[in-house]
């Protein structure tokens, strides 16, 4: 049998007061309202006594506070994406805020409807990796006065609180330092996307590439087949035709990994041949044989950064008083796979 759940007015009714005092007891509002010690007490231990649980939709809907943060990404089980989310949870709990987590797979539906779903359960603000066609919903938070800030990409156009890469600045020094090590023929295998962070990768590659005179060799494979088998197969094309390659430069670490698999599968020879740099880095990218030279994004700083803006939101009668773009530089993490060309 379902055990009843203890309301304010039961324990309103079993100590004989007002459900008004028992509710100023429990929101900590006693002494304000000059509600005597014994009596506070009485209405503590009692509450705990009968297991009391405030109901917390209810209590939002009263205070207009709910203490509940969304952190919702690409695809949280993506490794730099749960490392953030791991910091991001320590930070908000600290600050007495819970965080709900969740993907939206790059998709514009899904992050419409999460976003509409967290809106009527009166979550107090969002941090968000925004799907690509979102900046009206977007807008929409920042113009009903709800906070929010973007990670990883955002909207050029879009007045919005946002914390990134300098993904271009990191792109260029990379494939500077395997130019610098000999290597001419440079492939660089990135997703098709717009996405500001995907377009400044691929900028910072074609940069270095032209700045050192060499020709560019870019592989797009569309974001809906990176998650299946036919991302291997993009590659293997990409590899025979492009047979002059002495390195490869990929833009994610989840393309990395794909492309690490196809050189095992296809030619475990490419994994020691060829130089390669993956951008993010991964904890097993330094058990490797070779370990892989990555692109490392700052995860604490962004985390710490990320809640800077945040916080303050929360606490703001106009979330559009203020504006601020946080850029973070990544570092480069060289490792045996972009080591000097032997000639």
């Not at 968000?128 to 973007?150: A, F, Q």
Request: charged fraction near 25%.
């Amino acid at each position: 049998m379902k055990k009843k759940t203890v309301s304010i007015k039961t324990i309103a009714a079993n100590l004989n007061i007002s459900v008004t005092t028992v509710s100023f007891v429990l929101n900590g509002k006693a002494k304000e309202k000059h509600i005597s010690k014994e009596l506070t007490q009485k209405v503590l231990d009692y509450a705990k006594e009968v297991n009391y649980k405030p109901n917390q939709i209810a209590q939002s809907l009263r205070t207009g506070k709910s203490n509940i943060l969304v952190f919702m990404v690409e695809d949280i089980s993506n490794n730099f994406f749960s490392k953030l989310a791991r910091i991001i949870e320590d930070i908000a709990y600290e600050k007495g805020y819970k965080v709900i987590f969740c993907s939206n797979e790059n998709d514009d539906k899904k992050s419409e409807e999460l976003i509409s779903l967290f809106k009527y359960r009166q979550v107090d603000g969002f941090i968000i990796v925004p799907s690509p066609g979102i900046k009206s919903t977007i807008k929409e938070l920042i113009d009903e006065n709800i906070p929010v800030v973007l990670l990883d990409r955002y909207f050029a156009d879009l007045d919005c609180n946002s914390v990134v890469i300098d993904n271009e600045e990191a792109t260029f020094n990379a494939t500077t330092h395997l130019i610098n090590n000999k290597f001419k023929n440079i492939g660089f295998i990135t997703t098709d996307s717009d996405q500001t962070q995907m377009q400044d990768r691929l900028g910072g590659y074609q940069k270095a590439m032209t700045k050192s005179g060499l020709n560019a060799q870019v592989l797009k494979i569309p974001y809906i087949a990176t998650s299946d088998s036919r991302s291997k197969d993009y590659i293997r094309s990409f590899l025979k035709e492009s047979k002059s390659l002495d390195s490869v430069f990929f833009a994610t670490n989840y393309l990395a990994q794909t492309g690490l698999e196809v050189f095992k599968e296809d030619a475990p020879h490419l994994i020691h041949d060829l130089g390669i740099i993956a951008f993010d880095d991964n904890e097993l990218f330094k058990i490797y044989d070779p370990t892989i030279t990555s692109v490392a994004q700052p995860l604490f700083d962004i985390s710490t950064e990320l809640m800077k803006l945040l916080l303050p939101l929360l606490k703001r009668k106009d979330v559009k008083e203020t504006t601020k773009n946080i850029l973070l530089s990544a570092e480069l993490k060289i490792r045996e796979s972009s080591g000097a060309k032997v000639k």
